[in-house]
């Protein structure tokens, strides 16, 4: 009797673990395959770093930002700064994390979906965000972060029970950020708003959309863009491993920023520049 007990137990069991995993997999199917390694495709030629929110067009003056009388003075002060030797209104420039937009403009990107919570991964001080698609609303209070508070939710527009788009509204932000290298600034109150809309390339999948509209005061309207990123198409791509700290010679103490020299010695970057306050520290008399 105990045999047939235990044969008949475990017959239920692979039964019951059979339709939890016919159920994962037909929950899994909903979901479009945004599977492996994603970069920022850019049109090639524009005069500027790699790092630029609207990846058509040249960085800073040239991304043709709408920004505010008084945040267009920010960025040609973070310019005219930056020929003289400083960092600007850039604060990545010395390793902070560039948060929201700009974590999207640049490195290796990887999605891992679930049904509550979409990942994407980075490499570099902005290691990954989260977008919750539980049906969650938005917190009383939100813990401000460089990347923000994301919240999306799946669209299937076809009717065909499969989802084609991911639309998401971030919020909840620290600073300082800025867009790109020239400092193209965000405003300094941190309270930006992203509204994304993911969806992969109708005629090529290979192709990943993400359309960002930035609602934020430094702007006299919303601005809107299309970033697109492109799959790797090796199943086993490498994943390469980024420190911004290693080799970066930018020192920043108080309110100025001086070089650090290849023999390790702190050393201006300015023109008569004066060395930092070194009152914590015993003068050598000579």
Same mark, same amino acid.
């Given at each position: 009797?105990?045999?047939?007990?235990? /044969?008949?137990?475990?017959?239920?069991?692979?039964?019951?673990?059979?339709?939890?995993?016919?159920?994962?997999?037909?929950?899994?199917?909903?979901?479009?395959?945004?599977?492996?390694?994603?970069?920022?495709?850019?049109?090639?030629?524009?005069?500027?770093?790699?790092?630029?929110?609207?990846?058509?067009?040249?960085?800073?003056?040239?991304?043709?930002?709408?920004? @505010?009388?008084?945040?267009?003075?920010?960025?040609?002060?973070?310019?005219?700064? *930056?020929?003289?030797?400083? /960092?600007? +209104?850039?604060?990545?420039?010395?390793?902070?994390?560039?948060?929201?937009?700009?974590?999207?403009?640049?490195?290796?990107?990887?999605?891992?979906?679930?049904?509550? @919570? @979409?990942?994407?991964?980075?490499?570099?001080?902005? #290691?990954?965000? &989260?977008?919750? $698609?539980?049906?969650?609303?938005?917190? $009383?209070?939100?813990?401000?972060?460089?990347?923000?508070?994301? /919240?999306?939710?799946?669209?299937?527009?076809?009717?065909?029970?499969?989802?084609?788009?991911?639309?998401?509204?971030?919020?909840?932000?620290?600073?300082?950020?800025?867009?790109?290298?020239?400092?193209?600034?965000?405003?300094?109150?941190? *309270?930006?708003?992203?509204?994304? &809309?993911?969806?992969?390339?109708?005629? +090529?999948?290979?192709?990943? #959309?993400?359309?960002?509209?930035?609602?934020? #005061?430094?702007? @006299?309207?919303?601005?809107?863009?299309?970033?697109?990123? &492109?799959?790797?198409?090796?199943? #086993?791509? +490498?994943?390469?491993?980024?420190?911004?700290?290693?080799?970066?010679?930018?020192?920043?103490?108080?309110?100025?920023?001086?070089?650090?020299?290849?023999?390790?010695?702190?050393?201006?970057?300015?023109?008569?520049?004066?060395?930092?306050?070194? &009152?914590?520290?015993?003068?050598?008399?000579?």
């Amino acid at each position: 009797m105990w045999y047939r007990g235990s /044969i008949a137990a475990l017959a239920a069991a692979a039964a019951l673990n059979a339709a939890i995993d016919g159920a994962q997999a037909a929950d899994e199917a909903k979901y479009p395959d945004w599977s492996g390694q994603w970069t920022v495709i850019l049109t090639p030629g524009l005069a500027g770093q790699r790092v630029k929110f609207d990846p058509t067009k040249p960085w800073g003056p040239g991304q043709g930002a709408p920004l @505010t009388a008084e945040y267009q003075k920010v960025l040609e002060e973070s310019m005219a700064d *930056q020929a003289n030797g400083g /960092i600007g +209104n850039y604060p990545s420039a010395t390793c902070r994390a560039g948060g929201m937009p700009r974590m999207m403009s640049v490195g290796q990107f990887e999605y891992v979906v679930t049904p509550e @919570t @979409t990942y994407v991964l980075l490499g570099g001080e902005d #290691h990954y965000r &989260r977008i919750f $698609t539980d049906g969650r609303d938005w917190p $009383t209070a939100i813990e401000p972060t460089y990347q923000g508070y994301s /919240i999306g939710k799946w669209i299937d527009e076809d009717g065909d029970g499969r989802y084609d788009a991911l639309e998401v509204e971030t919020r909840g932000f620290k600073g300082p950020r800025a867009y790109d290298g020239t400092g193209l600034p965000l405003a300094f109150d941190n *309270q930006s708003i992203f509204k994304e &809309r993911f969806y992969l390339d109708k005629a +090529n999948p290979g192709i990943l #959309h993400d359309i960002i509209t930035v609602i934020d #005061h430094a702007l @006299t309207r919303p601005w809107t863009v299309d970033k697109t990123y &492109r799959r790797n198409p090796n199943p #086993h791509p +490498n994943w390469t491993e980024y420190y911004c700290a290693v080799g970066n010679n930018q020192v920043v103490i108080g309110k100025d920023n001086y070089f650090l020299s290849a023999d390790g010695l702190l050393m201006p970057a300015r023109k008569d520049q004066p060395p930092p306050d070194l &009152r914590y520290f015993k003068q050598t008399q000579k």
